[in-house]
């Protein structure tokens, strides 16, 4: 059997390596966009976000008497690496890499659900109460980027059909 506090805390591990593997990818797009300056703009904002959620989820194990997983951690920061490295060596990087940055903030408002949950039947208000605003911020840049993402498909053809003009990025 797995008690419900040892279930939350290895979903706030879970989510600890998940910010970490966001804070890789946010970061890398960050210093790859050149010619989107509002969706790096965006991406920026989002990646300081995340900075302090991973810190928000240490102070959660900490108060628990748990640390983050250094496995999980590691597994998900060479995840990231190699998102990055294929996004490289695509024509329509700024594309994908928009998309699976949709695809991962619905991961993320995903596991923020799971967690609230747990965290209510676990009595932990304080876990409760974190999850829920970073939830906010999740769901904050996954309608961002869904809002966007037909303007950047048009910037992104308008580029790609110029002649001389580099569009992927
Ligand atoms: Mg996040
Ligand atoms: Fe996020």
């Known amino acids: ?76 920061k060479i995840m990231a690496f190699g998102q990055g490295m294929a996004g490289m060596v695509m024509s329509d990087e700024v594309v994908k890499g928009a998309m699976s940055g949709y695809v991962f903030e619905n991961m993320e408002i995903a596991s923020y659900t799971v967690l609230i949950e747990a965290a209510k039947v676990a009595g932990d208000a304080e876990t409760q109460r974190v999850c829920e605003s970073i939830l906010q911020q999740e769901v904050a840049m996954s309608d961002w980027l869904r809002a966007h993402l037909p303007e950047l498909t048009q910037a992104f053809l308008t580029r790609s059909a110029a002649p001389g003009v580099e569009a992927k990025r």
């Open 1 to 76: 059997m797995t008690t419900i506090q040892d279930n939350l805390l290895d979903w706030l591990r879970d989510a600890h390596a998940m910010e970490q593997q966001a804070e890789n990818m946010l970061s890398s797009q960050v210093e790859r966009l050149e010619h989107y300056p509002q969706l790096r703009a965006r991406i920026q904002q989002h990646l300081e976000e995340t900075h302090q959620q991973r810190a928000q989820l240490e102070t959660c194990l900490r108060r628990l008497g748990s640390s983050p997983s250094t496995l999980k951690d590691l597994s998900a």
